[in-house]
């Protein structure tokens, strides 16, 4: 009787171990990505995620363009998704950097992330405050610019602060701004102190070490504040002509001799004028007699006269 040879595999497999199939291993990296820019001296995050079999420590390592001559970031680290790096602060500008995470057990088993940049640097870099300057007045309430200059090297966010030197006022006007911006909007806050002895100071975000403070500058009270004072000073500079010139005008108005009375001048006449045209300096005469000895043209009015007057009868004027 033939036996079935179902019968026989199962009766095999019951002493034949099978071999059983085991799950692909994979790491895939996360971060870095194709568009991230990192800088000397700068803390990143490193992550990536695995399925599969993957070891408990994984290797990280970077390199650019290929991996020719790989540069360890870390030996061995628990392979958790994620670690923090710091960038060396001496290290060459490229656009291709690329890191690759490793099985530890396996190193056949890895990923490498996308080409990115990172801004290298000869050194920590420095920072250069450009604004406020030493003439600078800034007025509270009042939008003005913080501007500076950076080497290689800097990260890519500064801190900003301000400090007051005899006022002793001091804060943080921003925690963290973009370094390749190289300017930022400050409003001045409404309740510092004037002071002529106040500093911007401008640093690393991620390595408070480097950076520059500006020189002393000015600040004073806002435009509103600044515009009552001008008001104010304006009024007080007319009240005082208003008042010096009533002062002048009752000063010349006592000074001034009383009005004199309407009194017309008579014009010069004979004792035979009419009494109103008699000179006041000029006794009237008497008319005693007639005159006699004929007449007489008079030089002002052409008309006759007696021979013998000296004034004439009809205008009053000497002849």
Not at 278 to 300: D, E, L
Request: charged fraction near 10%.
């Amino acid at each position: 009787m033939a036996v079935s040879w179902l019968v026989i595999a199962g009766i095999l497999s019951m002493f034949v171990a099978v071999p059983q199939r085991v799950a692909a291993q994979t790491i895939t990296v996360t971060n870095p990505t194709g568009s991230s820019v990192w800088y000397a001296g700068s803390s990143y995050t490193i992550t990536w995620t695995w399925s599969g079999a993957v070891g408990a420590n994984v290797k990280l390592e970077y390199d650019y363009t290929s991996f020719l001559d790989p540069v360890a970031i870390a030996s061995s680290t628990s392979n958790d998704g994620s670690f923090s790096w710091t960038v060396p602060s001496i290290i060459d500008t490229h656009l291709t950097y690329f890191i690759r995470i490793s099985d530890l057990s396996d190193l056949s088993v890895y990923d490498d992330s996308p080409y990115f940049e990172i801004v290298g640097g000869s050194g920590s870099g420095t920072i250069t405050v450009t604004a406020p300057t030493l003439t600078d007045i800034w007025y509270t309430g009042s939008t003005y610019n913080i501007k500076w200059t950076t080497t290689t090297g800097v990260g890519p966010n500064v801190k900003i602060e301000y400090d007051c030197f005899f006022c002793s006022s001091d804060g943080i006007i921003t925690s963290s701004t973009p370094t390749a911006s190289g300017s930022y909007s400050w409003t001045v806050p409404t309740s510092l102190t004037t002071d002529w002895s106040y500093t911007i100071t401008v640093s690393d975000a991620s390595n408070p070490s480097v950076s520059d403070e500006s020189p002393l500058f000015t600040i004073r009270p806002g435009t509103n504040l600044m515009l009552i004072i001008g008001v104010v000073a304006i009024l007080a500079i007319v009240l005082i002509i208003v008042v010096v010139a009533v002062l002048l005008v009752a000063r010349k108005k006592k000074a001034a001799p009383p009005p004199q009375a309407n009194i017309p001048v008579i014009p010069p006449a004979t004792q035979y004028a009419p009494a109103q045209y008699q000179p006041r300096y000029a006794p009237q005469q008497q008319v005693t007699q007639a005159p006699t000895g004929g007449t007489k043209m008079c030089i002002n009015c052409g008309k006759s006269i007696p021979a013998d007057f000296t004034f004439c009868i009809h205008c009053g004027g000497r002849t």
